[in-house]
T-cell receptor, first 117, second 114 residues
């Protein structure tokens, strides 16, 4: 069984500052993928970044980076230079990589990020 | 532009009525999914389809039904058997369910049953 834990229900960050959103996971699968999605108030879920469990380097996508610490089973999302448009809910998710992907996705409960002036 | 269209955005129904939520994609994706989102919870998978004319139950399929007669379309019917149908419903697609391809989501349908 897989489990994703996001312990921060809400976070505040000032514009232009960096922020880290925490995500820890638990799985018995030897190979897995970790995802972060953003959900603005419009409701749509937007894919941000992906990290494979065997990837040697931490994933980066523009202002987003994933701080992957396999031994600690954590996959924190780091947003640099926060913008007002980053205010949204953020979901961490994971799935095994050898038997289908999206149909086996497990989502965390999310963190609401509010960017302030 | 390619994407996923869900309609309507808001839907109101009386208890005991079946209701169908529409989901259309023009991304040429093989796999499509329906998720349910409740306040304070993550997304939960209702049904998914890897190919036309085939679909599988997800974690919370009871009280729901789907069809996949066309690649582009994956409608979800919320039946009167669903005990707590009021929720936010998200449709998604991916190029394939066999790879780590990310999900593309629609804007969701908020269903309220009274």
């Amino acid at each position: 069984a897989q489990k994703i834990t996001q312990t921060q229900p809400g976070m505040f960050v000032q514009e232009k500052e960096a922020v880290t959103l925490d995500c820890t996971y638990d799985t018995s699968d030897p190979s897995y993928g970790l995802f972060w999605y953003k959900q603005p108030s419009s409701g749509e879920m937007i894919f941000l970044i992906y990290q494979g469990s065997y990837d040697q380097q931490n994933a980066t996508e523009g202002r987003y980076s994933l701080n992957f610490q396999k031994a600690r089973k954590s996959a924190n999302l780091v947003i640099s230079a926060s913008q007002l448009g980053d205010s949204a809910m953020y979901f961490c998710a994971m799935s095994p990589t050898y038997t289908g992907t999206a149909s086996k996705l497990t989502f965390g409960t999310g963190t609401r990020l509010q960017v302030t002036l | 532009d390619g994407g996923i269209t869900q309609s309507p955005k808001y839907l109101f129904r009386k208890e005991g009525q079946n209701v169908t939520l529409s989901c259309e994609q023009n991304l040429n994706h093989d796999a499509m999914y329906w998720y349910r989102q409740d306040p304070g919870q993550g997304l939960r998978l209702i049904y998914y389809s890897q190919i036309v004319n085939d679909f599988q139950k997800g974690d919370i399929a009871e009280g729901y039904s789907v069809s996949r007669e066309k690649k582009e379309s994956f409608p979800l019917t919320v039946t009167s058997a669903q005990k707590n149908p009021t929720a936010f419903y998200l449709c998604a697609s991916s190029a394939s369910d066999r790879e780590n391809s990310p999900l593309h989501f629609g804007n969701g349908t908020r269903l309220t049953v009274t």
